[in-house]
């Protein structure tokens, strides 16, 4: 069974930088399109970032330039660095894995993820 666990999120101000941390337990880390998925009240869960084995990465286009994804499969660990933040990226953060040894993005749905994490909260404010 794989666990995504993250950590990392908090409470910054506009403009702020955060980095979001997910570890990967169980499975083929490795081999797996890994992502970053996000859900602000009353909203539906959004893409936001994915990044395939072959460190082929994908953005939505609100965070290209600011957002970067990046993983460490020596320590099963994907990462979000998130820069310039914005009071309406205000959400909880969700790790997700999706499918394994694929070329392209496919992990840009939630419908896509095979395991998500439990999230993490992230509160920007103005």
């Known amino acids: 069974q794989v666990q995504l666990v993250e950590s990392g999120g908090g409470l910054v101000q506009t403009g702020d930088s955060l980095r979001l941390s997910c570890t990967v337990s169980?499975?083929?880390?490795?081999?797996?399109?890994m992502g970053w998925f996000r859900q602000a009240p009353g909203e539906e869960r959004e893409f936001v970032a994915a990044?395939?084995?072959?460190?082929?990465?994908d953005y939505a286009e609100s965070v290209k330039r600011r957002f970067t994804i990046s993983r460490n499969d020596a320590k099963t660990t994907l990462y979000l660095q998130m820069n310039s933040l914005k009071p309406e990226e205000t959400a909880v953060y969700y790790c997700?894995?999706?499918?394994?040894?694929?070329?392209?993005?496919?992990?840009?749905?939630?419908?896509?993820?095979?395991?998500w994490g439990q999230g993490t909260q992230v509160t920007v404010s103005s």
């Open positions: 990044i395939t084995w072959i460190d082929t990465t």
């Open positions: 169980g499975g083929t880390f490795d081999r797996r399109t």
């Open positions: 997700a894995a999706g499918p394994q040894s694929a070329a392209l993005v496919e992990l840009t749905t939630p419908r896509e993820v095979n395991y």
